[in-house]
């Protein structure tokens, strides 16, 4: 990153790069974060003339996830209008938060914006020998998607929500879908998912209509969930990203 006597700090939480930095979004928010308790404290950023606008265009923010609790993860959400304002910057800022909380998809909704949005990159599904072929650079915005052709088959895997650290739950999901939805150059697409990449899709087009992993419990088991929740709700639970909580939760 640029040291000079015009760098200037921003004491607010944005992590702003320029993107002829010679290292990664994560290097900065590693190193600025460090010394730091709190997330998204101090970034740097050379306040040289002629550098403002294209920084704007690349401002970049980590977001802090809604955690379970908030009535915006229980919302069905809007479609997305195209051309809608900021969308590109939304969706930038989507990948930063997801790859800093270490997810393989986080959906509007999780970032406090109830409409039909979600990122997924199933990569690291995809690694090694072992991996599921269907997630090798399985990276994609899905706006306003439309699931369907859902197969019989069905599997049973467990699966975490970076809402609801701490907590993973068995989940049964047909095997395959298909999927039609609008990509970030606002093309139109259609995929056959199967295997890792179908979940992955399956779970966080849930999270446009509210649905979240522990509605998915046998009822005993939901019982069983509810003071985890709770104290999720509540804030009690650690998480290695940042996080908002809802307020008023008893
Ligand atoms: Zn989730």
Redesign the pocket.
Known sequence: MPRSSDEIAFVFPVLIVHDDDDFSVFDVFNRVLDPVEGPLRLIHVANVAGRMPRMAQICRMILPVVAYGDPVLRKEADDVLEGMEGLDTLIANMWETMYRAE?V???AP?IGRSIRLFVVDGSPFGEGEEGDAGCKDFKRVMINPVIFDESEESCDME??????PGVREPVTRPVSVKVEYYDDQWVLREEALTGIAARIVQ??N??LDGV??PDYAPALRKAMLQGKLKDIAKGKVPSDYPMRHPKNVR
């Open positions: 997810g998809g986080l959906a999780q699966e975490g929500c970076l809402s609801i779970h966080e849930d999270h979240m992993i």
